[in-house]
Each structure stands twice: as structure tokens, then as C-alpha cells.
């Protein structure tokens, strides 16, 4: 099943998942869509509960909005909490929802969203009672990064990220140090907050170690055997990478950040060596506390 730009495929176990033709990559390749938005963003996240403890409001931002089944997810898992819920979404193109939303019935985590998701497509925001929650959903369009690196425009710093762009190799822009160091200082560091992405690469966690987040490994999901979350305050993070971590990193071809938006691999550079060794994720151990 396709239009131009997207198609529909179907997974082992059945499921759907939405790929793009250009990238040819799959959104949610093996699991497909729920379940992988569950495990890897919902649980690992702990949004849920961390939802319903912010009584004044929680942001949640949703980077790579594409066919919106990470959002639609949350949604669903948050229907019993009464706390207001923010999301921006950022996605450049609103094509893969607008295609989504035409195979919803192929994509059942569409099933009860279908207006607020066309309010969306049509105003660009969708304000809604999500069972008892009340939500505002509103889209960022333009270039992420760009938008990351445009200091004049305020934006409400969120509590929890998904980040779900295409890989690095074939979207090499989301995925450089200068985007995430951008993004970290958009943070209030009074608001504790984490990140999950699904990429577990050496090259992606130093980058967001050099970022500022304290970064640890997360759950297996949609076939991978591990994840990546990262966050400004490490208690929110189960598994946080230690010293072995760090041996190996020096040892790897691949775990220099990217700098600008061509896709490279190279071992880490002296300088980012020394850099990391000062972060206080390694200090900490080194001096031996614990949380
Ligand atoms: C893997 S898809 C996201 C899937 C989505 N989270 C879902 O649940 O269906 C990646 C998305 O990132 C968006 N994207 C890629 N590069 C971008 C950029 N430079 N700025 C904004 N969005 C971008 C793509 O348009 C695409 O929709």
C-alpha cells in the first residue's frame, strides 16, 4: 500500500508500521509501532507515573512526530492520569500523519485519536480531554535543528523526550553534537527531564555525555538489545554507563560526535577523551558515590 512518499509494510508478527520510500527506513521495524513506543518510550520513561505526579502540568516533547504512534501511545497509556499534558511535536513534513491517519485501519493506535489528529493536520493544534486528562497538542514545523538554534524563540522546556528521528546515516542533521548541546540548554534543570531514542550507538551516547544529560543504557526493544536514555538528573536513569563503559569507548572506531550534518565514523578525539573523563557521571564513580 502506498502513496507517494510513504507506504505501508507489514511485520513478522503481523502489525503495520508506516516506512518512508525516501529514506527507505521503517518506523517501527520489528515490534511495530505500539509495542515498540511502549517498551522503548512509555515504560522506560516512566511517563505514566511521572505524568500524574506533575500536578501542574507535564511537557512532553516529540521529536519526529512522522505517523504520530509514539504520541498516540503516551496518550493512551495516560488516560487514567488527571494532570495536564503539553506536547510539542516537531517534525518538518506533516505528511507521514496525514498518511497514517488514511491507513488507520491498518494502524489501531489511531483508534479514538482520529480528531484531535486531524485537528491537528488542519490548525496545526489539537486541545482535548484525553479520558481525564486534558491535553494541548500542538506541531513545530521547519528543520529541528534549525529550530533548536534559534535562541530568540521561547519555548516551554519539556520534562520527557522522544527521540525519534531516522538513523544517523541517512539523517546525519539529527543527530550532531551542535543539535543536542542546542537542545540541552533549552532545558530548565529545575524540571528534572529524560530522553529515550531507540540507538544504542557509542557515537550517540558520547554525544549527548558532551551535551550535558547523564546518559545510561536502556531496555531492549523492537529487536535491538539495548537502547539509549539520557537525563539531567541521573536518578531518573537505571542503568547509567559506568567506567567499563568508558574503557570500551576509547577503544571504538566509531565514537567521535558528528560536528555537522555528514554521516562519519571516527575513534574519539584527545580532546572529547579528556572532556569525558570530567563529566561527573564518571568523576562520581571514580569517587565512589552512589544514588
Ligand atoms: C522515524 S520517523 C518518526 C516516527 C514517529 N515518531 C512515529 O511514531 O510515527 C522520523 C521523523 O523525523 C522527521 N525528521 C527528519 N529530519 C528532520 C528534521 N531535520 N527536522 C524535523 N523533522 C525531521 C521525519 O520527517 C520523520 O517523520
Request: glycine share 6%; net charge neutral.
Amino acid at each position: 500500500m502506498t502513496d507517494s512518499a510513504y507506504e505501508l509494510v507489514e511485520l513478522a508478527n503481523g502489525s503495520w508500521s508506516v516506512r518512508s520510500r525516501e529514506t527507505r527506513e521503517t518506523f517501527h521495524p520489528v515490534v511495530g509501532p505500539e509495542a515498540e513506543a511502549r517498551s522503548l518510550y512509555v515504560e522506560q520513561l516512566r511517563l505514566p507515573e511521572r505524568m500524574a505526579a506533575a500536578t501542574d502540568g507535564f511537557v512532553l516533547w516529540d521529536v519526529g512526530l512522522g505517523s504520530a504512534a509514539n504520541v498516540l501511545t503516551v496518550l493512551r497509556a495516560g488516560r487514567a492520569v488527571a494532570s495536564p499534558l503539553r506536547v510539542i511535536s516537531f517534525d518538518h513534513t506533516l505528511g507521514p500523519l496525514r498518511f497514517g491517519l488514511k491507513h488507520s485501519a491498518r494502524l489501531p493506535y489511531f483508534e479514538g485519536y482520529e480528531p484531535p489528529v486531524q485537528q491537528l493536520l488542519d490548525q496545526g493544534k489539537a486541545n482535548f480531554m484525553n479520558h481525564r486528562q486534558p491535553v494541548q497538542w500542538e506541531v513545530m514545523g521547519g528543520d529541528f535543528p534549525a529550530r533548536m538554534a534559534e535562541f530568540d524563540r521561547v519555548l516551554e522546556p519539556p520534562a520527557a523526550i522522544l527521540f525519534d528521528a531516522y538513523s544517523p546515516a541517512r539523517n546525519a542533521a539529527m543527530w550532531t553534537l551542535p543539535l543536542f548541546r542546542n537542545l540541552f540548554r533549552r532545558l530548565d534543570l529545575s524540571i528534572p527531564c529524560n530522553l529515550a531514542t531507540y540507538s544504542r550507538s557509542t557515537m550517540l551516547r558520547v554525544t549527548l555525555l558532551l551535551a550535558g544529560f547523564w546518559v545510561g543504557a536502556g531496555e531492549a526493544t523492537g529487536g535491538k538489545e539495548e537502547t539509549t536514555i539520557a537525563a539531567t538528573d541521573p536518578g531518573l536513569i537505571p542503568k547509567l554507563l559506568g567506567a567499563e563503559w568508558l574503557t570500551r569507548v576509547k577503544r571504538s572506531t566509531s565514537a567521535e560526535p558528528l560536528l555537522e550534518a555528514t554521516y562519519q565514523q571516527s575513534p574519539l578525539s584527545d580532546a572529547n577523551r579528556q572532556r569525558l573523563e570530567l563529566h561527573p557521571q564518571f568523576q562520581r564513580e571514580r569517587t565512589g558515590i552512589r544514588d
